[in-house]
């Protein structure tokens, strides 16, 4: 792999978008990269993964140069449909895999980099990163996620606003309205910090909760909490079976 880096280090996997040159533009190659990252970190023993970028910018979104090859294609709109599909699909790995997913954000988080970073269960960012959904200055709407997670991390207001009027929310600003977990001045410091808090809790439980968590967004109260004690009944069973090893 060239435009992403994947390094597995026992319980933790950690990919980096790596087009430092290009702010981390994500391109064809760099989409298919991180596929082929996170389907090996999926079938991996890790623990818990960090998505992160080379450089000093996380990812100002999608590459213009990708979007204008599309336009130059006959086939332009079936083109586009493969892009959106493919990159929903990439996002909706990143959700629904059973091992926590920490972004890792500095500097700028724009547009399809902001909603990469939406798509990890915890954000981590350097002081005075910019979140910013830039989409709408095209005349498009954010297609990876944002609005369908960010509403739920923010508020329905500030998620509007922020699509709107093109909102710019500060790494500070974010940690006061839940878009943000920490804030650390030294990021790789906070990267091993963030990690060992969640390596200190055990793996099934966290897979358990992660995953009813994700789906108590469309499921009924009811149904969320069979389904919690469910898991819980397998919680205590894992639980009783390392206590007697």
């Known amino acids: 792999m060239e435009k992403v880096k994947l390094s597995l280090n026992d319980e933790i996997a950690r990919i980096s978008l790596n087009r430092p040159e290009k702010k981390n533009a994500m391109n064809w190659q760099m989409l298919s990269e991180l596929r082929e990252a996170l389907d090996i970190v999926k079938n991996s023993s890790a623990k818990v993964l960090v998505l992160s970028g080379e450089g000093d910018t996380f990812c100002s979104g999608l590459d213009r140069e990708l979007l204008i090859s599309l336009t130059q294609k006959g ?24 091992i926590p997913v920490i972004a890792a954000v500095q500097r700028y988080a724009i547009g399809g980099g902001m909603q990469l970073a939406l798509a990890a269960d915890i954000r981590i960012a350097t002081p005075g990163t910019i979140f910013y959904l830039r989409e709408p200055e095209f005349g498009i709407i954010p297609d990876m996620g944002a609005l369908q997670i960010l509403p739920r991390l923010v508020g329905d207001g500030i998620a509007r606003d922020m699509v709107f009027t093109r909102r710019q929310i500060t790494a500070e600003e974010g940690k006061l309205i839940g878009l943000v977990n920490e804030i650390y001045s030294d990021l790789e410091k906070g990267i091993q910090e963030y990690v060992q ?3 200190s809790v055990p793996d099934y439980t966290i897979a358990e909760a992660k995953a009813i968590m994700e789906r108590s967004w469309y499921l009924s109260l009811e149904e969320s909490l069979k389904e919690n004690k469910e898991a819980q009944i397998r919680c205590i069973r894992e639980s009783l079976k390392r206590f007697q090893q």
């Open 75 to 98: 086939d332009f709109l079936d083109k586009l449909e493969e892009l959106i599909d493919f990159v929903q699909s990439l996002i909706i790995d990143l959700r629904t895999i059973k």
């Open 197 to 199: 808090k969640i390596l």
